[in-house]
């Protein structure tokens, strides 16, 4: 795609860049992961494209707000703000390197709620899930049933667990423990205590697939990724899927509700929120603090008190 922007600021010649040369410079200026890099590429062709299929080719502040609303007529706040953050990034940098004016600086993407858009399980949900997908001993059902004992023990990201390696089962002291790379993290320097009843899980995988060091803790078993590392896709649907066979079926029960189980039930068992902090890798408390909110709301007694009141 040649979708090109044309300088136009007073006392700066024409200048056509071709979107490729765009997309690298702009990406050495945000010094982004690969990850990031991938996902700002993709949310400023999805730009460019829209621009392209109106025959716009010198954007003004009106069309960067229209551009918004469309993505919000079709897309979650969450996405919507995600790409507009790639946008407002991309436009300060032409700004700065006056190739085009900033027409993105004061816009605003989309609100996000600071309450969970997923729920978490009770502990009886949980222990259902785990019973039922220990019944399956085959390598794919000891692998699943391992997956789930570490997600919800250890409230993983998804990208987390997909970056684990046999290696990373270590020990401090006594304790044994697995090293996690957490979001946004070069190294992996933080680590969960490993349970007995996990290690049993994770010892019976990696034993039945005569696992190596250097291999991936969680193994793909696809053909087409044979003994590869398994992706966070594998690990949504395969969790999804427990959820289901369990009987719990919800939009709002999906694979980052392993995680809003572990940070819930360390809350509910009274650990500090320094310390549930610490365990989930919150960069800022308030982020903890979000659960301990949705944990006093979810022990009020308001309704009731009100229907009594009025029935």
Not at 219 to 242: E, F, H, L, P, Y
Request: net charge positive; hydrophobic share 40%.
């Amino acid at each position: 795609m040649d979708t090109a922007l044309m300088q136009t600021s007073a006392g700066l010649p024409a200048q056509v860049l071709t979107s490729n040369d765009l997309f690298a410079q702009f990406l050495r200026f945000i010094d982004a992961s690969a990850p990031t890099a991938k996902t700002y590429t993709r949310a400023l062709r999805r730009f460019f494209q829209w621009l392209a299929d109106r025959g716009i080719r010198q954007p003004k502040d009106d069309d960067v707000i229209a551009y918004r609303d469309a993505l919000r007529a079709t897309m979650k706040p969450t996405t919507t703000q995600l790409y507009m953050t790639a946008v407002r990034l991309f436009f300060r940098w032409t700004a700065r390197e006056g190739i085009y004016r900033n027409i993105a600086d004061h816009l605003k993407g989309a609100r996000l709620t600071r309450e969970h858009r997923k729920d978490p399980l009770s502990a009886a949900q949980a222990h259902k899930v785990l019973m039922l997908a220990k019944q399956d001993t085959s390598l794919t059902g000891l692998r699943n049933y391992a997956l789930l004992a570490v997600m919800l023990t250890g409230g993983l990201r998804t990208i987390e667990a997909v970056r684990a390696n046999v290696s990373d089962i270590s020990t401090i002291g006594d304790d044994p423990v697995l090293w996690i790379q957490g979001k946004g993290h070069q190294e992996k320097d933080r680590y969960m205590h490993l349970e007995p009843q996990v290690l049993e899980a994770l010892n019976a995988y990696l034993n039945a697939r005569h696992a190596k060091a250097d291999e991936p803790l969680f193994a793909s078993n696809a053909n087409r990724n044979r003994d590869g590392r398994v992706t966070t896709k594998t690990i949504s649907i395969t969790i999804k899927q427990a959820l289901v066979d369990a009987g719990y079926e919800s939009a709002r029960l999906t694979a980052h509700s392993t995680r809003h189980t572990a940070i819930t039930l360390a809350l509910m068992a009274g650990d500090s929120l320094d310390d549930v902090r610490q365990f989930a890798g919150h960069t800022n408390i308030s982020t903890t603090e979000i659960y301990n909110h949705a944990l006093t709301r979810a022990k009020s007694r308001c309704e009731h008190h009100i229907a009594e009141a009025i029935f």
